[in-house]
T-cell receptor
């Protein structure tokens, strides 16, 4: 089974802190994605990556950055956490240009106080 | 902005009934369509995918696709209380970012014993 592992299930951070969310997949997938999910707003794409060191902005990249130094790892960085970044963050991976869906990690519930 | 619209629900059906979930999409060039199930507090899991017009059956689940009408649906036969969840429709983008999925906001299904 493809496994996508997110490092933390729950996180509480203070406003202004730099926050790192880590995601690791073990199936050699080229594509990796970061979404946030909020009630009434659905899943919104923050950033995605189709190769090592490659990244593209999604629909809501403001306030976030990403890093992909190794194929299996995709990190989401909140440069200066704010309360409006309190959300569920979901990492996903998929094969490149194949008509397969995503496999999601279990999610990180981030609360910024 | 590519859009995926789902009836927001909630949808409530009695145990044993057929649940019908609907989705329309704006990207006329899309070729791949997915249904995810998300239990409360959990991450989405892929349950069905469909690429060709018509029906695709997998156990109690049937996905239906009509590309001319830009419409995809999911039927759940013999609904069980364990089917109670939010169902997300996802459409793979056509064009350059053809590995990116756009998600609907989901339909909450409740199956009453």
């Amino acid at each position: 089974d493809v496994k996508v592992t997110q490092s933390s299930r729950y996180l509480v951070k203070r406003t202004g802190e730099k926050v790192f969310l880590e995601c690791v997949q073990d199936m050699d997938h080229e594509n990796m994605f970061w979404y946030r999910q909020d009630p009434g707003l659905g899943l919104r794409l923050i950033y995605f990556s189709y190769d090592v060191k490659m990244k593209e902005k999604g629909d809501i990249p403001e306030g976030y950055s990403v890093s992909r130094e190794k194929k299996e790892r995709f990190s989401l960085i909140l440069e200066s956490a704010s309360t409006n970044q309190t959300s569920m963050y979901l990492c996903a991976s998929s094969l490149l240009r194949r008509s397969y869906g995503y496999t999601f990690g279990s999610g990180t519930r981030l609360t910024v106080v | 902005q590519k859009e995926v619209e789902q009836n927001s629900g909630p949808l409530s059906v009695p145990e044993g009934a057929i649940a019908s979930l609907n989705c329309t999409y704006s990207d006329r060039g899309s070729q791949s369509f997915f249904w995810y199930r998300q239990y409360s507090g959990k991450s989405p899991e892929l349950i069905m995918f469909i690429y060709s017009n018509g029906d695709k059956e997998d156990g109690r689940f049937t996905a239906q696709l009509n590309k001319a009408s830009q419409y995809v649906s999911l039927l759940i036969r013999d609904s069980q209380p364990s089917d109670s969840a939010t169902y997300l429709c996802a459409v793979k983008d056509s064009g350059g970012s053809n590995y990116k999925l756009t998600f609907g906001k989901g339909t909450l299904l409740t199956v009453n014993p």
